[in-house]
C-alpha cells in the first residue's frame, strides 16, 4: 500500500456518465429457463477475451432472472442486433413478461439459447466456463461452441450517450 487515503468512492451518476460516453453494441443474451421457457435481457456489456478457445465476456445484474437461468443450464446465446431492431432492444431491456411473444425465435439443442431470428445479425451459442462475481452483477466467461450468421447485408445496432445508432454506410 502506498499509504495514501482511498480516494472516496465515486458516484453512480458520475460512473453512468462515464460509461455513456462509451459507444457499444448492443445484443440480446438469451437462455433457455425453468421448464423450458425462453428468457433473455439487452446487454451492452459484451467484450472478447480470448480467440483461443474463442472466449467472451457478458456482464448480467446478479439479481437477473437471465443470470440465473445462464447459469443453471451452463449455456447462453449473444444475439448481436442490427440496426433495424431498436424496438427489441427496448422490449428486453423492459422486463415484460411477454417478450418472447412478441419476437420471433428459434431454438435448438445445439444453441446456447433462444436465437432472435429477425432481429440478429450474427449469434454466438456459448458454454459457461467460469464466472465472477463484482458489485451487483455477475461476469459470465463463455466458450463459444458456434457462429451463425444471416446472409442479409445489416449493419450493427450501436447504444452511446443514451441514444440508439447504426454504424454508418462506408462512402465507396
Known amino acids: 500500500m502506498s499509504g ?3 480516494a472516496p468512492p465515486v458516484p453512480p451518476e458520475d460512473f453512468r456518465m462515464l460509461m455513456a460516453n462509451f459507444p457499444t453494441g448492443v445484443s440480446i ?5 425453468p421448464g423450458g ?3 433473455g435481457m439487452t446487454c451492452s456489456s459484451v467484450c472478447s477475451v480470448s480467440v483461443a478457445p474463442p472466449t467472451l465476456i457478458v456482464c448480467l445484474r446478479r439479481e437477473s432472472p437471465t443470470l440465473a437461468a445462464v447459469l443453471a443450464r451452463g449455456s447462453f446465446a449473444v444475439n448481436l442486433l442490427h440496426d433495424g431492431s431498436r424496438s ?5 431491456a423492459s ?3 411477454d417478450r418472447f411473444d412478441l419476437v420471433r425465435w428459434r431454438h435448438t439443442p445445439s444453441y446456447g439459447g433462444p436465437h432472435l431470428v429477425d432481429d440478429a445479425h ?5 458454454v ?15 466458450e463459444v461452441s458456434q457462429v451463425g450468421n444471416h446472409p442479409d447485408e445489416k449493419r450493427p445496432l450501436l447504444y452511446g450517450l443514451r441514444n440508439y445508432a447504426a454504424w454508418p454506410v462506408p462512402e465507396c
Open 4 to 6: 495514501e487515503p482511498a
Open 29 to 33: 443474451v438469451t437462455a433457455i429457463g
Open 37 to 39: 421457457a425462453p428468457i
Open 88 to 92: 427489441k432492444a427496448e422490449l428486453f
Open 95 to 97: 422486463g415484460r413478461e
Open 122 to 126: 450474427v449469434i454466438g451459442d456459448c
Open 128 to 142: 459457461v466456463r467460469q464466472t465472477a462475481f463484482i458489485g451487483d452483477h455477475a461476469v459470465v466467461f463463455g
